[in-house]
């Protein structure tokens, strides 16, 4: 079975201050991925970054990078220069080669940025 | 290109009463999923599409809640009857590929559903 902790109910950051967003994960699958999401108060689930459990390098996307660390378990993302629009929620999940395809999502942290 | 759209965006039913939701994938995508949101959690499958066959519903309670795919493009989740704890957002997502644990999976609005 798969697993994903989000530790961090609830976290704070200045404007452009850097902040990262903690994720375990468990799965005994040799081949998954990573994702992360943010979910506004809106409600849609926008993707932001995916990491390949293959992947040699960690996933950046523009101001988001994702921090993979393979034998920890843990694929935490790291946001730079935080923006106000930053404030939402944000969901690590985890698809693993044996189960379809389906996403496993953790708790959730709620980011919110300071002016 | 148009992203997922979902239908409606709210709805307020009375427990016992029925419901349902609309799903149209982005264009071309094979694999339509629905997850289920309670507050404050993550969302959860209630089903996955495969083109128009089912591929998992093991979390579908399925003496209450019933969804189809006919013609393998829009579909359609229904709660019959509904009970206070279906109060949740009903998220539709969508991939290009048949499933695949890379695959990115793109959603919609969400309906938000409230049983008094």
């Known amino acids: 079975a798969q697993k994903i902790t989000q530790t961090q109910p609830g976290m704070f950051v200045q404007e452009k201050e850097a902040v990262t967003l903690d994720c375990t994960y468990d799965?005994?699958?040799?081949?998954?991925?990573l994702f992360w999401y943010k979910q506004p108060s809106s409600g849609e689930m926008i993707f932001l970054i995916y990491?390949?459990?293959?992947?040699?390098q960690n996933a950046t996307e523009g101001r988001y990078s994702l921090n993979f660390q393979k034998a920890r378990k843990s694929a935490n993302l790291v946001i730079s220069a935080s923006q106000l629009g930053d404030s939402a929620m944000y969901f690590c999940?985890?698809?693993?080669?044996?189960?379809?395809?389906?996403?496993?999502f953790g708790q959730g942290t709620t980011l919110q940025v300071k002016p | 290109e148009a992203g997922v759209a979902q239908s409606p965006r709210y709805k307020i039913i009375e427990k016992r009463q029925s419901v349902a939701f609309w799903c149209n994938p982005i264009?071309?995508?094979?694999?339509l999923y629905w997850y289920q949101q309670i507050l404050g959690q993550g969302p959860k499958l209630l089903i996955q599409f495969q083109n128009n066959g089912v591929v998992d519903d093991s979390q579908l309670p399925k003496d209450r809640f019933s969804a189809e795919r006919l013609k393998g493009v829009d579909s359609t989740l229904k709660i019959q009857p509904a009970k206070l704890e279906d109060s949740a957002v009903y998220l539709c997502?969508?991939?290009?590929?048949?499933?695949?644990?890379?695959?990115?999976?793109?959603f919609g609005p969400g309906t938000r559903l409230t049983v008094l």
């Open positions: 999940a985890m698809s693993a080669s044996s189960n379809t395809g389906k996403l496993i």
């Open positions: 997502a969508s991939t290009i590929t048949s499933g695949f644990h890379t695959d990115t999976q793109y």
């Open positions: 264009s071309g995508h094979a694999t």
């Open positions: 990491q390949g459990s293959y992947d040699q």
């Open positions: 799965t005994s699958d040799p081949s998954y991925g």
